[in-house]
């Protein structure tokens, strides 16, 4: 099974300021068609997830442009360039590369 | 508008079943895999079966046996039938949407309930 693990667990943020999540896979997530499977999903307090972005930095439709995705193989990068008040929850990498599986999830709080 | 919405859960006895149902609106449901993904309070999501459109199925070995996913495209439902549920399977079900080889494969969860509560208790 491939593990996803996120760092940090928890990241105290100031508004208007940067912040980065990182997600690291236990094997490359690179799919035997070439396209490799890692998103961002959002949950904020007492909502379900929110796909924000997929293969590795594809953002969804009406996802502010201050998200963005990085990465390749098995070292990926959430990035928010302007933290706002309405960014506060729970961040998860998921892998659908080999079935599916999430991080442990990243508390952003401000 | 895309549109997931679960019902079925409840206070259940250990050892009992249970079926959940997830009513898909506003989309081409046969077009889509499907997922159902829970959440025990405070922790992180978890995978627990899938169902492409084409009706192969998939499990982690946590719940292989135990959990059933099915489809019935004619009426746009997705299900999941849980058996001798346990303590730790008490969390919050969501179904999710994946697109697949049909529309373009993504590999992500796009579209997402609002989940159902099951809590198994005596």
């Known amino acids: 099974d491939i593990v996803m693990t996120q760092t940090p667990l928890s990241a105290p943020v100031t508004l208007g300021q940067p912040a980065s999540i990182s997600c690291r896979s236990s094997q490359s997530l690179v799919y035997s068609d070439g396209n490799t499977y890692l998103s961002w999903l959002q949950q904020r307090p007492g909502q379900p997830p929110r796909l924000l972005i997929y293969k590795i930095s594809n953002r969804v439709a009406g996802v502010p442009d201050r998200f963005s995705g990085s990465g390749a193989g098995t070292d990926f990068t959430l990035q928010i360039s302007r933290v706002e008040a309405e960014d506060v929850g729970v961040y998860y990498c998921?892998?659908?590369?080999?079935?599916?599986?999430f991080g442990q999830g990243t508390k952003v709080e401000i | 508008e895309a549109q997931l919405v679960e019902s079925g859960g409840g206070l259940v006895q250990p050892g009992g079943s249970l079926r959940l149902s997830c009513a898909a609106s506003g989309f081409t449901f046969s077009n889509y895999d499907m997922h159902w993904v829970r959440q025990v309070s405070g922790k992180a999501l978890e995978w627990v079966s899938g169902?492409?459109?084409?009706?192969?199925?998939h499990y982690p070995d946590s719940v292989k046996g135990r959990f059933t996913i099915s489809r019935e495209n004619a009426k746009d439902f997705l299900y999941l039938q849980i058996k001798s549920l346990r303590a730790g399977d008490t969390a919050v079900y969501y179904c999710?949407?994946?697109?697949?080889?049909?529309?373009?494969?993504?590999?992500?969860?796009?579209?997402w309930g609002q989940g159902t509560m099951v809590t198994v208790s005596s």
């Open positions: 169902i492409g459109a084409g009706g192969d199925t």
């Open positions: 999710a949407r994946a697109p697949g080889a049909i529309v373009g494969a993504t590999g992500a969860f796009d579209i």
């Open positions: 998921m892998q659908g590369t080999q079935f599916w599986t």
